[in-house]
């Protein structure tokens, strides 16, 4: 009789245990990627293809532009800077003849701030502007909710230095 050492003797796994598994990991693999594209990729694609580049501190969009004058957009960048871990609204002041013209801006009373949220006084202005996270530029209902409230003919919302969406009311 032979003996055999346990170095030896190698059980393969059965046919139906590596298929089992291999069928887990396919079907592991397919729940992190529709993760991915349904909560994440989707999201900043569609928010990059609906929104508007800065160029030369203007924003042009549907046949007009939003002209930032005064440094105001400068400091829009400044508090943009300061405010990179949280939301934050701002009012922009100016006039509108057949396009947009800003000269000055205001941040309301805010009373709350977090990453994905800004809670704060409605705008008494022309423009309403919050931001986003980076490359978010989807409103969110709650965002269309607010800006029905205020007096304001547009919502920017920005969610790059130089990114925004628009929305007329």
């Known amino acids: 009789m032979e003996d055999y050492s346990e170095e030896e003797i190698e059980e393969k796994p059965s046919l139906f245990k590596r298929i089992f598994v291999i069928i887990i990991a396919i079907f592991l693999l397919i729940l992190m990627l529709s993760y991915f594209t349904l909560f994440g990729v989707r999201d900043i694609l569609e928010g990059i293809a609906g929104s508007h580049k800065m160029q030369d501190d203007k924003i042009y969009f549907f046949n007009k532009t939003i002209s930032f004058e005064n440094n105001s957009y400068n400091r829009l960048l400044e508090i943009y800077d300061k405010n990179l871990g949280n939301e934050f609204k ?3 002041v100016g006039e509108y ?6 000269y000055d801006l205001y941040i309301p009373k805010t009373y709350e701030q977090k990453p994905s949220e800004v809670i704060s006084e409605p705008c008494d202005s022309i423009i309403s502007l919050h931001s986003h996270p980076k490359m978010f530029c989807i409103p969110s209902q709650q965002d269309f909710k607010t800006f029905k409230q205020e007096k304001s003919d547009l919502m920017l919302v920005m969610c790059e230095k130089d990114r925004f969406t628009i929305y007329e009311k």
């Not at 003849?97 to 800003?102: A, G, H, M, P, S």
């Open 90 to 92: 701002a009012c922009l």
């Open 97 to 102: 003849d057949k396009n947009y013209f800003i």
